[in-house]
């Protein structure tokens, strides 16, 4: 029996730097029914999707050091700020400072007298004490790493701490052995070091807490509960895991809507911008489909349930934009190797220069101060958050404007573009075709013409078959159940009506069915110049009419494809339509190249032939007939609406049904890509300048920079400079910002 397929996320509790993705990555390679997985350093999380149980996972991260706990469906990323880090800066940062203090203002009792031996030896406990009470945490994970053979951040805090501590005490117990006696007592800088790690680890975690914005603000959408009209007319208020499909609920003006839902009764305006980066509210009638977590703005209404919970758009929205987030685009494959080799070398470095010292000569307290100063500028978080936190970020803007990311390597590869190609049905158009016009020929009048080709169009899903459907139904015009119908996607459609079989489409199924259409060339020709879509309707032995429909391009389609252009992307428009309709729509909204008259399946071969050519090609369709030519593009972009979002085929979601979003998208690639190189930039430079200067290289400069002290606020600064400077692309301002 085929095992079931799951998705969970963890939370990792003692995650402590880059080089622990790589023991988790590689610890989690041993499951092999692991689909994927994904760890979220900025966040210290860990996706999974496969079929092994959470606790399995969790067992093997717990045999390699790693404690972790289930993350539950709708939990926020990050529930806020842990004050214990600055608990313990406060606790190791006093006594540091004190201890500090006391040489410099010359209150430091002489190792010379048993007085002063013994108040340092006082000073020991005190001093072990604090360091294990602010620094314990990072003791046991030190610990842990060792004993599962690896070595992490902590390793490099605790090795260099606690070597300064036994030497301390060594200088303590064997004062003879130091001429310069507690000048050589090193618990200050052991103390300050780690109440340094402990400020940093509290002001970064402060400031990635505001990565996670935008997923908490979807998060705080939803209404806790809602007014369900029960079979009685009365009406009572039910918390939201009590709610059911078919729920009858009454939503009043200014109030959130609970759940996806169809309106039953009223109208009213429905702002919908925390879904699709709208502003404008939208007109919603008896029959619209409404979603959780919009704003009811004017007028009440009454709507039935659809969807529940974890099924609603909101809820699927906000699932994507988690995983997205924990995903890596191929930059960070950079730090990841990088971060796999760090703290051994570290450790190497310190050693190295200890005995380089050693051997010119230098005191043993020099030396140790030396090494630890290697140990604690070192900064593998650094590295490690270089990319990660730029996408979370990044990913969120994007789910604010309604533009949803699967991953980061479509977040990456958006920077990219050379190409975009564009579907025209719903994508350029509005894909809401309207009958604008009705030629007849021989034997029919038009409103006989109108009743066959509507009631042959019943069985289809087409956008245009459903114009021609609704466009009968408001003339009142009585329709045939149609029998034995038949479809070939892009071409057209056939059925019996009255034992009679009646073809639609375009001139290729004309052709196909042995129609003769010479004598509506001319109209045809005439139609498809102002950009309509005519099509033909015959029966078996002769051309009965041609019904034209025209899709109206959307408002914004001419500014967004100008907007392309600006960019420096070339623009090819890809469509079923006939030539003349598709040169009409292309030389109105201004397109470089276009094809017509192209099958759903051949769209995926343009597209190649593009790529071939050196291009980076965008695609950009509905998501369902153009699914090959979406996942062939290097970014697949979906045109969805509202509860639309499960778009398998794409890279990219857009919520609205604007061009503008693929613009928005490729800047925030753009501020992101530019984003995380600065990262990875200063990551590097700050470990490959500390680094050298922290073991003695820049002798000159030796008394200054050669500080434990110095060192630890350097490292903590260059995690918070990290977090910062990714922070900024939440006030970067989109074009279609206002």
């Not at 050693?351 to 140990?375: E, H, K, P, Q, R």
């Not at 994007?398 to 579907?423: C, E, F, P, S």
Request: charged share 20%; glycine share 8%.
């Amino acid at each position: 029996m085929k095992a079931e397929y799951q998705e969970y996320r963890l939370k990792l509790n003692n995650v402590s730097c880059a080089s622990c993705v790589n023991h988790i990555e590689k610890a989690l390679s041993t499951l092999k029914t692991l689909k994927s997985y994904h760890v979220n350093f900025a966040e210290r999380e860990l996706l999974i999707q496969g079929s092994a149980s959470a606790k399995s996972v969790m067992d093997v991260l717990k045999k390699h050091g790693y404690d972790s706990t289930v993350i539950e469906d709708g939990e926020p990323t990050n529930e806020g700020v842990d004050y214990q880090p600055l608990k313990r800066f406060i606790i190791s940062g006093i006594l540091g400072v004190i201890l500090f203090l006391l040489p410099l203002i010359n209150a430091a009792p002489s190792l010379d007298s048993y007085l002063g031996k013994g108040f340092w030896l006082v000073i020991t406990v005190i001093a072990l004490a604090a360091l294990f009470y602010s620094a314990g945490h990072i003791y046991k994970s030190a610990v842990k790493a060792f004993l599962n053979h690896h070595a992490t951040m902590d390793t490099l805090i605790s090795v260099g701490t606690l070597a300064a501590w036994v030497f301390s005490v060594v200088v303590i117990l064997l004062p003879s052995l130091f001429p310069s006696g507690a000048q050589n007592i090193y618990f200050d800088a052991s103390l300050i070091v780690v109440a340094l790690v402990n400020l940093g680890s509290f002001l970064e975690e402060k400031a990635r807490g505001k990565t996670s914005e935008a997923i908490k603000s979807l998060m705080g959408l939803q209404p806790k509960q809602a007014r369900v009209i029960k079979p009685d007319g009365s009406e009572v208020d039910v918390l939201l895991d009590a709610l059911q499909i078919d729920d009858i609920i009454r939503v009043r003006p200014g109030e959130k809507i609970a759940l996806d839902g169809v309106i039953t009764e009223g109208q009213s305006y429905v702002n919908e911008s925390m879904l699709t980066g709208e502003s404008l509210p939208i007109k919603k009638n008896k029959g619209d489909k409404v979603y959780a977590g919009t704003v009811n703005k004017e007028g009440g209404f009454l709507f039935k349930a659809t969807k529940l919970g974890k099924d609603t758009a909101l809820a699927n929205i906000i699932q994507m934009v988690q995983q997205a987030q924990s995903t890596k685009p191929k930059i960070a494959k950079i730090a990841d190797s990088v971060s796999a080799y760090f703290v051994p070398s570290v450790l190497i470095i310190a050693v190295i220069s200890a005995l380089i010292w050693f051997n010119l000569g230098f005191s043993a307290g020099y030396i140790l101060v030396a090494a630890m100063t290697v140990l604690v500028i070192a900064c593998p978080c650094a590295l490690g958050l270089a990319t990660p936190i730029s996408v979370i970020v990044g990913m969120g803007k994007a789910a604010k404007r309604g533009i949803l990311i699967k991953d980061g390597d479509a977040l990456q590869k958006a920077n990219k573009l050379t190409t975009v190609v564009l579907d025209k049905t719903g994508t350029i158009t509005k894909g809401k075709p309207e009958v604008v016009d009705i030629v007849t020929f021989s034997k029919v009048d038009e409103e006989m013409l109108l009743a066959l080709a509507a009631s042959v169009e019943q069985g289809s899903e087409h956008p245009l078959g459903a114009a021609i459907v609704e466009y009968a139904k408001t003339r009142s015009i009585t329709l045939v159940k149609p029998e034995n119908f038949k479809a070939l996607s892009g071409h057209g459609v056939s059925a019996l009506i009255n034992e009679e079989r009646i073809y639609l489409g375009n001139q290729k199924w004309m052709e196909e069915n042995q129609i003769n259409i010479s004598e509506a060339l001319s109209v045809l020709n005439e139609k498809a110049q102002k950009g309509y879509t005519p099509m033909y309707i015959a029966d078996s032995t002769s051309l009965l009419g041609i019904i034209s429909v025209a899709d109206p391009i959307k408002e914004d389609a001419k500014k967004s494809i100008q907007r392309f252009h600006d960019l420096g992307l070339k623009v090819m428009m890809l469509t079923g339509d006939n030539k003349h309709t598709a040169k009409a729509i292309a030389n109105e909204v201004g397109i470089d190249a276009f094809t017509a008259e192209v099958l759903p399946q051949d769209k995926k071969s343009e597209v190649e032939r593009l790529q071939s050519e050196g291009e980076c090609v965008a695609m950009v369709g509905d998501g369902v007939n153009d699914s090959p030519a979406l996942a062939q593009a290097d970014v697949g972009f979906a045109i969805g609406s509202g509860a639309d979002v499960a778009m398998d085929s794409a890279e990219i979601t857009l919520m609205r049904g604007s061009l503008d979003g693929i613009v928005e998208a490729m800047e925030i690639s753009r501020a992101t890509m530019r984003n995380i190189k600065q990262n990875l930039f200063g990551a590097f430079i700050y470990n490959v300048v500390g680094i050298p200067i922290a073991a003695g290289i820049l002798f000159p400069f030796i008394g200054v920079l050669l500080s434990p002290m110095i060192a630890g606020a350097a490292m903590a600064a260059s995690s918070l400079t990290v977090v910062m400077n990714a922070n900024r692309l939440r006030f970067i301002k989109l074009q279609g910002e206002k």
